[in-house]
């Protein structure tokens, strides 16, 4: 499913949070939202996951827009890892999962074999089958990211929205959780503070700065050595990676 954002714009205390923003992710692809703190990254995603209205603007999923479709058929359509949550910890890790069947699941109705398929699955393409038991508040920071995406895939949707989802993560798990993300056959639209990640990860970047979008296409497109002095003050070039050969974006001091 393609995500297209048009005109956007978010106000607060007479202030433009977000400034008439578009942009289109394609049907398949990894978009990355860039930009320095306090730019817009995380309200833009809110926009799109309906948990904030903007002011004005349109966003479509498919052409059908969000805010006229009703919460179950959102969530049939998009699903979310956002940066915090507000689960009770004492539920067990497939009882999270689970918890991706609702949009699925008319009121009060009982989970099936399928559904139960459908969260091992899951659960298995993360790497997590072997804690379906486990105490989801007695994984470890990294194990925890990777079932909150699990309940994102067991919500079977075709575009996946992820807010900083390698925030407060040590290297290996942020780039394990990246590899997953990156092989999953899905619209991906995701807020990313690490820009050598978003280079190495996303197909497009959207540059957003003071809550307008600065530029939007290949992350060697946007993210040049103008670009990037001008937006966050430090040298950069990108470079194969030695290691993997992949795009890779080197930083130094501005001087």
């Known amino acids: 499913m393609k995500v297209d954002i048009h005109g956007l714009t978010v106000k607060a205390d007479d202030r433009n949070i ?8 394609e049907p398949g692809t990894v978009t990355g ?42 969530g049939q359509r998009t699903a979310v890892v956002t940066q915090d949550h507000d689960l009770d910890n004492s539920f067990s890790v497939a ?19 399928s559904d139960h398929d459908t969260v091992h699955e899951a659960l298995a393409r993360v790497g997590m089958a072997w804690a379906a038991g486990r105490v989801f508040a007695r994984l470890s920071g990294g194990e925890r990211q990777r079932v909150l995406l699990a309940r994102a895939l067991a919500q079977h949707t075709s575009v996946l929205l992820l807010d900083e989802p390698t925030n407060h993560l040590d290297i290996g798990s942020q780039l394990e959780l990246l590899e997953l993300v ?3 056959d899905l619209t991906v639209v995701v807020a990313i503070h690490d820009l050598g990640h978003a280079v190495a990860y996303c ?17 060697e497109e946007v993210l040049t050595p103008a670009t990037v002095a001008e937006v966050f003050g430090v040298r950069s070039a990108i470079v194969p990676h030695p290691l993997t050969g992949r795009p890779h974006l080197v930083t130094a001091p501005a001087g």
């Open 203 to 219: 197909d497009r970047l959207a540059l957003l700065c003071e809550g307008r979008l600065r530029a939007a296409g290949a992350p």
């Open 33 to 74: 939202l860039i930009g320095p703190n306090g730019s817009g990254k995380s309200t833009l995603l809110r926009c799109v996951y309906r948990a904030l209205r903007p002011t004005t603007g349109r966003v479509l999923i498919n052409e059908d827009e969000v805010w006229r479709l009703s919460a179950r058929a959102a």
């Open 182 to 184: 990156r092989a999953l």
């Open 18 to 25: 977000l400034g008439d923003v578009s942009l289109t992710a």
């Open 95 to 113: 009882e999270i999962v689970a918890m991706g069947r609702l949009p699925h699941k008319r009121l009060l109705e009982r989970d099936t074999a």
